[in-house]
């Protein structure tokens, strides 16, 4: 955000945000020089300080200070006098400069030069420990959202409350004719809030919504003057904002935006080159080829130059017997034995394809945050999978080996290379230490004093310890200013220090290291992520104990401090700002109802999270209470109507239910909210052939009923036209369509594919896609043929594609043979041809005991003019059926099988052998040779091959003689000696 926020006295000489070279830079990257003097302004006392009148009504919790801040903020301008636009940008300039310090201070580091409540309530106010806590106190509670809380200890609270108070709830900044800015201002405090609580609040993230919806045009639409820069930087503020929300394919979508707006190319492929100390050859590595656009600006260019000049963290070395530091590719030129490249080389744009990957260009800073962005995106959407982290890896890599221009950016860098390494044997120490180093380093770089948080402990104004770090603390002259940490900060993805430090917390607990976790959440006094800790390893007493210690009462009030003291009293005074979040947890481990009922009522019914566990709650119940179900998620939605998980769950009560209707509504919002959600858009279908079935049957007993009565003849022929003008499979189409997104989703799920192979059976002949039929069952072949084999074809649908492959497609041309035969000319690409490789490919390589298929098959080869196979397929069914019968007709005196040899016998004498085997033999190229007396035939000896076909059924049949089947043998052998 180009503001200038210099200090002044003077209100004239602020910056004026109404101008439109301003409003055009605004997500240009910060570039801001404030200073606690620009809170010290004349007009800043006046609308922060607390006077004597408030105080009081502070102190008690009678008013919230963002609302007396706000109402200042309102009068101050209806009292301007025509002087509006200088005083807005004045006031703008101060809720900014507040935002910035409260960032500086929870994320990025140096600390603060100044003490933030004597600047912003006052001396006096400041002075009196007891009273600022209590307004801290209240202020942090004021800060919760729809049940969910702050953190309790965060720092320099009333900073963020005075940039909440200027930037959202004064009202008068956000005008339908404000500035860009201000806009801005608004949607980016509601983001960090969102960031600040435990979980998403469907409230912030509505704003937050609305916000971009009309920043959006205003940036990137077709009469926008934005330059390229800053085009690229809103869409990764944007994706930043949907990847927090867990809208992955929103993100993806944006990245590439921004990518293209920038002019950046890059490309995850595979190159030659070695991962160990150790490897004898050159394997496919994979590795992201990155290089910013060549049409930088003049200042890009610049600071890509100073890239050598610029500090960063330490980032640590993985001193590994085995892997080395980085890969060690191949030289220019050496082949692959075997392509595994994610874009292959020759697809790549010929900036990428010239880049040596060990040592390539270096980045500018927005094109290095689009990277992270990526891995970020990609990491949200699956992290704990293999695949997903070896995808993750290269593009923090990518950024980390080349450098970064922003101390913050290369932190993040460093973050994101962490989460990745710390699933891995090899690499999971550095992975963690690294992780530990970053904690160390922002707990250091926002140490602040201990009259900066709430604290009843003590009341004491010295400066806190050094807090002791993994690494050597850097000198301040190798440690980056507050400009530069703040430069790109909305373009990432950045974390606050006390949300840092619990990550680490669990990854000790992935790694067993439970003590060490316990010990960080402690000193952070995360109550209920220590529950959770213990709750996992099965010491629920001791998850019980913690959390009820934070609601309730002791049970002896004179033993509080004894660890078995039990908290059995009533409930507290006044519960802490999480308390609905405690009490589902007390529920969650004594599955009660009545916790998540207290949970939702102390929330002021605002606190989804309850709802939705009752909801799983009655799920569980035998029988599930599914109306029960129904009732608490449609509560939960409606606090929070973008919660993904939630509307996919109501869709599925709703399907157990028979709500046909209600299911498809459910489940349209599912995949609105997340387009790449397979069993949503496979549940969709499932709802939309359930409401094509209903109305069909109801459509037929309408019909019905009209036709019986005489005296609404009329009637009957208005519902008939109308009945004629809708589209009765209008819903089967619909679900075929879902069934295909959630196909191209979910390619490895056979049940998908079969559910395609029905739905478009259903339709009409005249509807049919066989070529989704086609390749459907291609797919069902392919993922369960491995362990099913020949099972895995569905007869009856490959039955059906014959039938219309031999009598119901339309050719386009025919081929006349001398003898008279209409041969079909049938084209690669088409149904047809589609069927026929199926049948050629997939098919006959599968087939070994199933005599039905090679009838098929023989089917298929008669009607192509290929008699010799068609008489070969015959062969092989009969062969297979006797295979398969012989146990159960000859040992076991089985009827039934004895008959199936029978008939498997007649059809191969009559079908096979009489019909077939005296036709004239097709050469090699499938044309059957005219007829000139010399022609070759299928078979000369059919007749002696139909002799001993039934000869030896009825050798081996000798007990069944005197039966139906025996009799029709010997007639069989009379007529082929005859």
Known sequence: MALDTTSSTKPSQYTTIYDDATTKRIFDPIRIRSSDQLLHDSLAQTLLNITTDSEEALRNGEECYTDIVAERVRKCISESAGKEHELLSQILHIGFAALFYFLQSNVTGPPLEFDSATVVFGETPAGDRKALNAMRRKMLRDLSMDGEAVYPLTPNIELFCVAKAILVDAGALVTDDAPLVAWTGRMRVNFLHQKMLSEVSGTLQKSIYDDLDKIGPIVLGEGSNSTGKSKAAFLLERAAIHTHHGLDAKARSDLEKAAVASGFEYALTGKLGKRTKFQDRDITQLVVLAVSSETASASDATEIKKESETLAPKALDLNDDTLLETIAFAKKGAQPEKSTTVQDESSLPPALASIDPSNQPKLSPLDSAILLAIASAITNNSPEHGLTREETLPYATRVIESGSNNWQIYTQALLVRSRCEAFKSRTVERGVLQMQALVDQVIADTATSNTAVVNTDTVTNEQQEQPTTFLPRPQESESAPVEERLEYLWVLDFQTRWNLEAELAQKWVSLGGLRTALDIYERLKM??????????????????????????????????????????????????????RLFCILGDIDSEPAMYERAWDVSGQRYARAQRSLARLYLKAEPPAYDKAEEAYKKSLKINPLNHGAWFALGCVQLNREQWREAIESFTRTVQIEQDDAEAWSNLAAALLKVSSNENKTSAEAKTKTAASEDHKNTEDADAEKLEEEDPYKHTRDALTALHHAARLKQTDHRIWDNIITVAASLPPQLIPYKDIVFAQRKVIELRSPKRGEKAIDLAILDMLVEHLINNYEYDNLLITVDGTDQKIVRTGTVAGQIMTLVDDVVVPLITHSAPLWLLVAKIELWRHRPSKAFAAHEKAWRATVSSCTQGAFQMSDEKRWNQIVKATERLVRDGYAKIGGMTKEREDGIIPEADGDEELVAK???????????????????????????????LLSEVDG
């Open 941 to 971: 000896d059919w007749r002696f091959k139909s002799r001993s076909a039934v000869r030896g059924i009825l050798g081996k049949g000798k007990d069944w003689e005197g039966t139906e089947g025996y009799t029709q043998l010997k007639e």
């Open 527 to 580: 109550w209920a992520e220590v529950a959770l800790c213990y709750a996992a390893t099965e010491r629920e007493e001791k998850a019980k104990a913690i959390v009820r210690r934070q609601l309730y009462e002791p049970t002896n009030a004179g033993a509080v401090d004894d660890d078995n003291e039990r908290y059995e009293g009533p409930e507290l005074a006044q519960l802490p700002p999480d308390a609905p």
